[in-house]
């Protein structure tokens, strides 16, 4: 079945510094889209991806379809501490109607 | 507002108790799922719904039910047969087929999830 690579599992920052994290596919997906999760709390959506080569803004968050449809990632420029927790990418491959694919998650750490 | 509420926040049960999980949207979307999350994992697809009256085992659907008698709601139950039920539970929506040109079907939304601790 398919399966998503995501990278790193952790990451330990400063405040003020950028991060980046990725995910790769084993198969070609038609929709990216990331997700961040607080503790005991809902993952909520950050970036959803369309279209292969797409680059998209929210904030400080810039994330990107690959070229090759089987890769994204997400970036955070300028950290701050209400950036903590865990971020998710997830696929669709349009081989099975609405079930997405999930990657193993992100777990950031800002320190002050 | 529209969203997906769950409740309760937090249940306790004693082994050997079914229990059920509530999940209602009023996103006005077709498709809604059930995921389960364990400490430090990612999530896992237990049912999905695409339109009322029908739904699907996700990959971790023994010991799980669900109804989708309304568009609104998707009930979890969490039978005595499942064999470690202690986790976080997460309901989802996405719009569903059918749909106009330019709605993305696919995208999914996040309720803000059920612990259940089965003692």
């Known amino acids: 079945g398919q399966q998503l690579n995501q990278s790193p599992q952790s990451m330990f920052i400063q405040e003020g510094e950028d991060v980046s994290m990725n995910c790769t596919s084993s198969?070609?997906?038609?929709?990216w889209l990331w997700y961040k999760q607080d503790p005991g709390e809902g993952p909520v959506l950050l970036i959803a991806?369309?279209?292969?080569?797409e680059l998209t803004s929210n904030g400080r968050l810039t994330a990107q379809f690959g070229i090759t449809r089987k890769d994204s990632f997400l970036n955070i420029s300028a950290s701050i501490p209400s950036d903590v927790g865990i971020y998710f990418c997830?696929?669709?491959?349009?081989?099975?109607?609405?079930?997405?694919?999930f990657g193993q998650g992100t777990i950031l750490t800002v320190h002050p | 507002d529209g969203g997906i509420t769950q409740s309760p926040k937090y249940l306790f049960r004693k082994e050997g108790q079914n229990v059920t999980l509530s999940c209602e949207q009023n996103?006005?979307?077709?498709?809604m799922y059930w995921y389960r999350q364990d400490p430090g994992q990612g999530l896992r697809l237990i049912y999905y719904?695409?339109?009322?009256?029908?739904?699907q085992k996700g990959d971790i659907a023994e010991g799980y039910s669900v109804s989708r008698e309304k568009k609104e709601s998707f009930p979890l139950t969490v039978t005595s047969a499942q064999k470690n039920p202690t986790a976080f539970y997460l309901c989802?929506?996405?719009?569903?087929?059918?749909?106009?040109?330019?709605?993305?079907?696919?995208?999914?939304?996040f309720g803000p999830g059920t612990r259940l601790t089965v003692l």
């Open positions: 989802a929506s996405s719009p569903g087929p059918g749909r106009p040109a330019g709605i993305h079907t696919d995208t999914q939304y």
């Open positions: 198969s070609i997906f038609n929709t």
């Open positions: 991806l369309y279209k292969a080569g």
């Open positions: 997830a696929g669709f491959g349009g081989t099975s109607y609405g079930k997405l694919t």
């Open positions: 996103l006005n979307h077709d498709a």
């Open positions: 719904s695409q339109i009322v009256n029908d739904f």
